[in-house]
């Protein structure tokens, strides 16, 4: 599994991200074709092997982390995940209560992931 300095050197990976996508729509694309009622119609998928990638925050685990995903028709693939600034963990967590789950990036954790991959 990468982290996030291999990445970083990783420009063709990165510029496969979707920076838009988050996991609700993700699993509506691919799981759901696009039924749930948050998918509109650019967002639905079209075809059982069209791929997504995008980042996300897990909290499973005794910290959270931010995971890199790709999507192709029912599989799912962690390539990269590792663990933000510590100020950052507790902002995030108190934001969402401290609960369990995977969730979108909030706008501070992208714009610092962005910086970090040398990403506009």
């Known amino acids: 599994m990468k982290r996030l300095d291999d990445l970083k050197k990783d420009i ?4 496969t991200v979707d920076w838009n996508l988050n996991p609700a729509v993700a699993v509506g694309r691919h799981l759901e074709w696009g039924a749930g009622w948050y998918c509109d119609d650019q967002q639905r998928g079209l075809a059982s092997d069209e791929v ?18 790709r999507r ?7 390539i990269a995940s590792f663990r933000m600034p ?6 995030f967590m108190k934001s969402i209560g ?3 789950g995977v969730y979108e990036l909030d706008p501070h954790i992208k714009r610092w992931l962005k910086g970090q991959l040398n990403v506009q």
């Open 98 to 100: 401290n609960h369990r």
């Open 12 to 15: 063709s990976l990165i510029n």
């Open 72 to 78: 192709t028709g029912f599989d799912m693939e962690e």
């Open 86 to 91: 510590a100020d950052m963990e507790k902002a």
């Open 52 to 69: 997504s990638t995008y980042f996300a925050v897990n909290t499973w685990g005794e910290h959270p982390v931010i995971v890199l995903i």
